[in-house]
């Protein structure tokens, strides 16, 4: 299996760009998530989804992040217009069940200008 | 609201002894917990979890400890190999009870140096 894969690996835009992240999920889970990674708040959970199903996105900063999983295979994160602050790695992880062990993928350097 | 929390930022140890990471939590309803291990440049890989029925789970060098009543639980390394030299978060979750939420919560992280 190769594993969570992400896509692209790194990221540079300028501020007011629209910025895209892909995930592909491990094949037969069932559970995705994405995460942010920051010094002061180390992984943030932005959202999660189940069988495909956003299940809670209280953790998506602000409107201008959005999220779709249009099918098990596959997820994107949007970001839309793009800030300076938004700047982060983001991971995708799956898992097989909900909050138990999950896979994280090597995750998208986002850098902001 | 940090849910949990690693109040070490860093930590470096000699090769050959023993590595004691800390993390503690604030939701009592959490009752699975892990512990991830990450390298730069790639994606947090899982190391060792304990459910909230044990106190102790062990896994060759890497031991956890739970302590429910302090909401405390601590990773082991013992001996610590250069290798080992990375970031470690903790993570906890609600597997059981009537309000699941599947969320696994992660704390920012404590990097460990482990010297030759």
């Known amino acids: 299996d190769a594993g969570v894969i992400q896509s692209p690996r790194h990221e540079v835009t300028e501020m007011g760009q629209e910025v895209t992240l892909r995930c592909k999920p491990i094949s037969g889970h069932n559970s995705l998530f994405w995460y942010r990674q920051t010094m002061m708040r180390g992984l943030e959970l932005l959202i999660y989804?189940?069988?495909?199903?956003?299940?809670?996105d209280s953790g998506m900063p602000e409107d201008r992040f959005s999220a779709k999983m249009p099918n098990a295979s596959f997820s994107t994160l949007k970001i839309q217009p793009s800030e300076p602050r938004d700047s982060a790695v983001y991971f995708c992880a799956s898992s097989l069940r909900m909050a138990t062990e999950a896979f994280f993928g090597q995750g998208t350097r986002l850098t902001v200008v | 609201d940090q849910q949990v929390k690693q109040n070490s930022p860093s930590l470096s140890v000699q090769e050959g002894r023993i590595s004691i990471l800390n993390c503690d939590y604030t939701?009592?309803?959490?009752?699975?917990f892990l512990w991830y291990k990450k390298y730069p440049a790639e994606g947090p890989t899982f190391l060792i979890s304990?459910?909230?029925?044990?106190d102790k789970n062990e896994d060759g060098r890497f031991t956890v400890f739970l302590n429910k009543s302090a909401k405390h639980l601590s990773l082991h390394i013992v001996p610590s190999q250069p290798g080992d030299s990375a970031v470690y978060f903790c993570?906890?979750?609600?597997?059981?009870?009537?309000?699941?939420?599947?969320?696994?919560?992660f704390g920012q992280g404590t990097t460990l140096q482990v010297k030759p």
């Open positions: 993570a906890a979750s609600e597997v059981s009870g009537s309000s699941n939420t599947g969320k696994l919560i």
């Open positions: 304990i459910s909230s029925i044990k």
């Open positions: 989804f189940n069988n495909n199903v956003p299940i809670d």
């Open positions: 939701n009592s309803m959490f009752d699975y």
